[in-house]
């Protein structure tokens, strides 16, 4: 058993967790902006608040232990708890909280208030948030699951490219309180902190600026990059997580500047919920085009379009009127562009198909998939990349692979051809409301950054030379 914070002991222990935390804080304020300052304070200063209260009333003991290879019961007996307490302690946590199943890291809080067990609490390592029990003359008498307190934050990024985008974020973007030290220790800090950088960078290379930017070749050493990203703050595993990005602007050194700004669409019937959030350009033109080029991540042409072919299977000659992509087995698809599933079924030589009904008169395939993604059916509504089913080799197929079509007004179309026409912009009403909520999140983000952020060059018209008649 643990037993900590009495007395001297734990005076000297909260003072010196206090000024590290302020020393840590103030280090931190150099590189980011304003905004989380005034929450990581109140954090501190209401942590500090609790232990204190517990030392100076000196009549609080908390006890803490870890389950070891999934022992529940070796945690509780660890904690002091015995006997018929032991009994109801398990069967509430495992019964009537329904926490069944404990993993080898999990930890148990007892609070014990003068001698006699007030409270426990319960943390499941793969949860956020905490099991509580409150005793009463040593009986628990109330229990709940308590979800995490989460705050959503607001913070700039500024790089300078001086390689590749990628180490640019690794140097610049890290919140300082990912974790709860600050710094990098274990192997899941160092984790954490990739996946953070790994989903910023695939936000903004892959999806906001994938159509404007060729992340290849354009690229150059001199490159400004400005983000305004919200993160999920968990205050009380004192870590944060990337949650999306608002805004972004990317400067060419050469001239330039490609922009993101974001716009809510708020739904027109109250019983859709969902506000649909995108980002657009200045003048309110979609950043995406209609269809994404591919719907797969990454793999290999492996059978292009044609009018008349050769059936592997078959063994005659055949006509195919869409796109083979050859990819492992279990491969994300996603569905190319925003629209509704018309058909989730088998269907003969596709195996497992999927049909996206688009605007203007499109519609997808995506056949021999493995198996489709839970929680949708025919009439869902699904987001361009949102993924739709698993890379498989059902139906009259000779390895794992996804067979892509696209039809037009209800004839085959070349994917590969078609111009793909840019998504929906926005106008009337919309485009107001857009124009009027950037400018102000321009103007906010310039504050926080501390700098005027660039703005594109106007083009301005020649002037029109008015001949003279000759006289
Ligand atoms: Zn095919």
């Known amino acids: 058993m643990l037993r900590y914070r009495r007395n001297w002991t734990a005076v000297i222990l909260i003072a010196a967790a206090a000024v590290i935390t302020l020393l840590f804080a103030k280090s931190g304020d150099e590189n980011i902006g304003s905004p989380w300052r005034f929450h990581r304070n109140i954090e501190v200063m209401e942590t500090c608040r609790l232990e204190m209260l517990a030392v100076v009333a000196d009549t609080v003991d908390i006890c803490t232990s870890i389950v070891g290879e999934g022992f529940l019961g070796g945690a509780v007996r660890e904690l002091g708890i015995s006997g018929s307490q032991y009994l109801s302690t398990c069967e509430v946590l495992m019964d ?28 499941p390592g793969n949860r956020r948030g905490f099991y509580r029990i409150l005793f009463s003359e040593g009986t628990p008498s109330s229990w709940e699951y308590v979800p995490q307190e989460k705050w959503i934050r607001q913070r ?61 070749y354009d690229v150059r050493v001199g490159d400004k990059l400005w983000i305004l990203i919200e993160e999920n703050r968990y205050p009380m595993d004192g870590e944060t997580g990337f949650r999306r990005i608002l805004a972004a602007k990317y400067q060419f050194v050469h001239g330039g500047l490609a922009e993101a700004f974001p716009f809510f669409h708020r739904p027109d019937d109250a019983e859709s919920a969902e506000i649909i ?34 059936h592997p299977v078959l063994g005659y000659t055949r006509a195919h009127r869409g796109i083979d992509y050859a990819s492992p087995l279990g491969t994300d698809i996603y569905a190319v562009g925003d629209g509704t599933i018309t058909v989730r079924s088998w269907c003969g ?123």
């Open 96 to 123: 009537s909280l329904g926490w069944s199943v404990q993993r080898a890291g999990d930890t148990l809080t007892a609070i014990y208030n003068r001698g006699e067990l007030s409270e426990l609490r319960a943390f």
């Open 156 to 216: 700039v990024i500024s790089c300078d490219i001086s390689s590749t985008v990628w180490e640019a974020l690794w140097d610049t973007a890290l919140p300082p309180d990912l974790t709860e030290s600050g710094i990098l220790i274990t192997g899941r800090d160092s984790s954490r902190a990739v996946g953070y950088v790994s989903e910023l960078q695939h936000e903004l290379t892959d999806r906001l600026f994938c159509y404007d930017i060729d992340f290849y």
């Open 277 to 310: 959030f995108d980002h657009y350009h200045r003048d309110g033109a979609s950043l995406r085009t209609m269809f994404l080029k591919m719907p797969v991540p990454f793999g290999r042409i492996s059978s292009v379009y044609s009018d008349a072919r050769m």
């Open 349 to 471: 030589g596709y195996g497992n198909l999927v049909r996206v009904r688009h605007a203007n008169g499109y519609e997808t395939g995506y056949g021999h998939m493995n198996g489709y993604a839970s929680g949708q059916s025919v009439g869902s509504y699904v987001r361009q990349g949102e993924v739709i089913g698993y890379v498989g080799s059902t139906g009259l197929s000779t390895g794992p692979h996804v067979h892509f079509e696209m039809k037009k007004n209800g004839s085959y179309v070349n994917p590969a051809t078609e111009i793909m026409p840019p998504a929906n912009p926005l106008e009337g009403a919309e485009l107001e409301r857009f124009l009027t909520e950037m400018s102000v999140i321009e103007e906010q983000w310039s504050m926080l950054v501390g700098i005027d952020l660039p703005v594109p060059e106007v083009e301005i018209e020649p002037e029109t030379v008015v001949e003279e008649p000759e006289e």
